[in-house]
């Protein structure tokens, strides 16, 4: 019995030290991606995005052309995975009404997507009845002429009227971004 014992206490330990072994490592990984975050943020802020001429605007009214705003909120996203996770049209619906009630500069949003299958997107929009336009990139032109980070959280970007990166994240993910875009918004109003 007392080496039962033994050997459940030389087992108990052994799994605790494992245990305590692989929180750590969660930990270390959990601020290294904060960091590299923190580094691909710092490398964005500044740079121009290139729209180029790939982009065709897609809604349930059919094709427009592009407009200039003195700030957008630009959204990047591909079929890669759940597109109805990645592209969450209700989220980014209210956000849009509430930026119309609390930003002092019309802002525009961009929703430049790459589908895999036009008619997937097409589908989610009109299901979902989104009526803001869409652009979609089949070429994929966005993606390969600006730095776009594999992190979904930092594929969307908030830019000034000359195409500059002024703040990196996603709004519909974290008020505390989203605090952020308003504030420089509102601050730059003066």
Known sequence: ??????????GTNWLNSISIAIVILLL????????D???????????????????IEMNSNGQKQLNNYEYQIVLYT?????????????NWRDLMKLADT?????TNFKFIF???????????????????PVYIDYDNHFYKENFIPE?????CFLIDKKNKILAVG?????????????????????
Request: aromatic share 10%.
């Open 1 to 10: 019995m007392k080496s039962e014992t033994k050997n459940y206490i030389k």
């Open 28 to 35: 270390f990984s959990c601020n290294a991606k904060k960091n």
């Open 37 to 55: 975050r923190a580094e691909t943020i710092d490398k964005l802020v500044g740079k121009e995005v290139k729209f180029g001429n790939g982009l």
């Open 78 to 90: 591909d079929s890669a995975g759940c597109m109805d996770c990645a592209f969450d049209l209700q």
């Open 102 to 106: 609390t930003l002092l500069k019309p």
């Open 114 to 132: 790459h589908p895999a299958a036009k008619e997937q997107l097409q589908s989610l929009i009109v299901k979902s009845n989104f009526k803001y």
């Open 151 to 155: 992190d979904l959280l930092l594929q």
């Open 170 to 190: 996603n709004p519909i993910y974290g008020s505390e971004v989203w605090n952020y875009f308003k504030q420089i918004i509102n601050d730059n109003n003066k």
